[in-house]
Every structure is written in C-alpha cells, then in structure tokens.
C-alpha cells in the first residue's frame, strides 16, 4: 500500500531541491544584472511553469482629465483577472501527510508548496542591517496590477503593522526603523520600479504576514499623477524637504535625497505621527518610494499618514493602497465596469475616492512637521 506521507515527503524534498537549484541560477543572474535581472528572470520562470499567466492583457485604462485642465489627471485601470484573487488561486485544505500553518497563511512558504500544487517558487533576499541580516523572499504576484509585480515577504510569519504590543514592558514597540531600512535597501536594487509598503489598515490585502510590493513602471509613460504633482514643489520644511505634495486630494510627504537623508528624515517624521495618536490601534500609513530615472543614489520617497478606520474608498469596492494613491484607481468587478461605460466616474470622482481615505489629523501633522503646531487654528 502506498504510503501518502512517504510521498510528501517525496515532494517536499523535490520542491526543496528546484528551490535550490532556481536559486543558484537565479544568483548567478543577480551577479550579471542586479535583483532586476533576478525579478525578470524569476517572472519567466512562472510564466513558463504555468503559475502566472500573461494577465495584464485584458487590462483597460481610462485617463480621467479634469475639465480645462488636461494637464491634471487620474487613471482608472479596469482589470477583470484581479476579481479572482478573493476566490483564491490555490488549495484550500492540505493534503494528507502535510499541515497548513498560521491558518494557511498565503504567505508562508510551507503552505504556498501545497497551496499553490507546487508550481510557485520564490527567491531569497537576505538584507543586512545594524540589527542583523533579515530573510525576504522575492513572489511573483500572480494577480498583477502593473508589469512584473512581486511580493517580497519576510521568510517568517510576523505581522504587516509597524507599531507592536510590547509583551514584556507593555505599551507599544515601533518598527518603522527595520521597515524603512529594508524598503530603501531593496528600493535601492530596484532601479526602473516602484515600491510600496501599505500598513495593516491602509489597503495590505494580507495584514498577517509582513510584506512590500514591487513593479516595473511602464516604459515611456511619464509619472503617476502623484509625482507629477510633486514635481512642482510645495510646501517645505528646509530646502531638504520634506515637501507636502501640492494640489493632491490627500496629504502626501515627500522626502527626496540619498537614502541616508530620507532615512533619517523618514523616522523623524514617522515619530510625530506615532506621538498623535493616544490609540496606538488606529495608526497606520503607506510608503511609496522610486529611485531617480537618471541619478540612481536619490530617492523619491512618499509618506500617507492613515487612520486605520478611513481605509475604503466611497465609490469603489478595493481597499486604497499604494497605487490609488499614486493616482490609479484599479476596477476589476463588472459593477464598478458598467460605472465606467455609462460615464459615471470621471476627475472630480476619483479625487473623492482618494480624499475619502485622509486620515482626520493629517493637515494637523503636516503642521506639526513644520513646527507650527501650538500656534494658530490647531492650538
Ligand atoms: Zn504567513
């Protein structure tokens, strides 16, 4: 009689060794062409495996202009394949001789082998810090949103929110040093990209288990809508930033700098948003960041303060996450299709869906950055 544990394990020691062995090339690509080379490769690899498709192709965009005014404008992505992420695109109960863990996590790489039949595999990044070196794992996004759209996971099961209960002093414990660190550090690899790390609370689809999302702007297309409007300054501190996006229907910090610079500027920053809250429960926030087209060393770096009870757009079914913050507002129902062609969302509607998600004390914030709190209407 066949035993079924002996053939996991089979597997399990199969899966092991591809993962090995795509590693080792994938290494070797890495020392040739940088992570980007590794993402691209690693995209070929699943498209030809069979665990991504090429989905972006039944993808439709609107540019949604504002009236007279055809220089400001959001995009609306209609992208039909991104309704079935909720179904799932992988098993749901374990075979015999395996266990699901952390209740079958989607991140967790011992259940992605059963989930996913064994045909999805990932990459391992390891980041060095002063704190030590940090395991990540590069996925391909099988439900892309933009071309190339990777997740890189942490190897172990920890939570997306930056702010923890302190179990041994109580109070509560801030991560966001580790998290901007890795984020520029893998940005930093990422030239061609953009990158985002959206809160628990502030569109992570996934708030279990930590995450960035990764993806290749599109060649010859000119910036999103929230870096076009940053191009035009506004609001500063110090000639060093941090700017206020001007003209954008949600509070947008703009840092840009060598990585050291927004760094440091990010933490401080981050410190007084942390300070507003006494509920430490509410706060969240997006980062999204890119490096310069021609000057890799600077980095353009976004911080969305987020209060975790505003997270859903009016208007739309998905969560506000990093890319409807740039400016694209993704569609993927037929309700949310029928909307679009009977005209019914324009300009002035997706400004709304994004004003909709402005954490209440964000202005209040900005003010306080700039060293005016105290003094005046938010006395
Ligand atoms: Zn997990």
């Given at each position: 009689m066949t035993d079924p544990y002996g053939m996991a394990k089979f597997n399990r020691s199969r899966f092991e060794d591809f993962w090995q062995v795509l590693g080792d090339q994938l290494n070797s690509i890495r020392a040739r062409d940088g992570l980007v080379g590794v993402v691209e490769a690693l995209k070929m690899e699943q498209l030809d495996r069979g665990f991504i498709q090429d989905d972006l192709s039944g993808v439709i965009k609107y540019r949604m202009i504002k009236d007279k005014d055809p220089e400001h404008y959001f995009i609306v992505q209609y992208n039909p394949r991104r309704a079935q992420r909720f179904s799932g695109a992988g098993r749901q109960t374990p075979p015999s001789g395996s266990a699901a863990s952390h209740g079958g996590c989607f991140l967790c790489r011992d259940n992605i082998r059963w989930q996913q039949r064994g045909i999805e595999y990932g990459y391992d990044v390891h980041i060095d810090s002063p704190g030590g070196q940090r395991h990540y794992i590069i996925w391909v996004n099988p439900f892309p949103l933009m071309p190339n759209h990777i997740t890189v996971a942490t190897s172990s099961h920890r939570p997306q929110a930056w702010l923890l209960p302190n179990t041994e002093m109580g109070g509560w414990v801030t991560r966001m040093d580790e998290i901007g660190h890795d984020f520029l550090s893998i940005l930093g690899q990422m030239p061609g990209y953009l990158g985002f790390y959206n809160g628990d609370g502030a569109g992570a689809t996934i708030p279990h288990h930590f995450h960035f999302q990764f993806f290749k702007r599109i060649e010859g297309q000119d910036g999103f809508p929230l870096e076009r409007a940053a191009r035009q300054g506004g609001e500063c501190r110090s000639v060093d930033g941090p700017w206020l996006v001007p003209g954008y229907p949600i509070?947008?910090?703009?840092?840009?700098?060598?990585?050291?610079?927004?760094?440091?500027?990010?933490?401080?920053?981050?410190?007084?948003?942390?300070?507003?809250?006494?509920?430490p429960h509410g706060i969240t926030a997006n980062l999204i960041g890119s490096l310069d087209a021609q000057d890799h060393t600077i980095f353009d770096l976004y911080f969305i303060p987020r209060d975790k009870t505003f997270n859903r757009g009016a208007g739309m079914v998905g969560v506000i996450a990093g890319l409807e913050l740039l400016g694209e507002i993704v569609y993927s129902t037929e309700e949310e299709k029928r909307s679009l062609d009977r005209g019914q969302v324009n300009y002035d509607f997706v400004e709304r869906i994004i004003a909709s998600v402005e954490a209440p004390r964000a202005r209040e914030f900005w003010n306080i950055i700039l060293g005016k709190q105290g003094s005046g209407r938010y006395a």
């Open positions: 509070t947008a910090i703009h840092f840009r700098g060598t990585r050291e610079q927004v760094e440091t500027q990010l933490l401080e920053i981050v410190g007084k948003w942390e300070k507003m809250f006494s509920d």
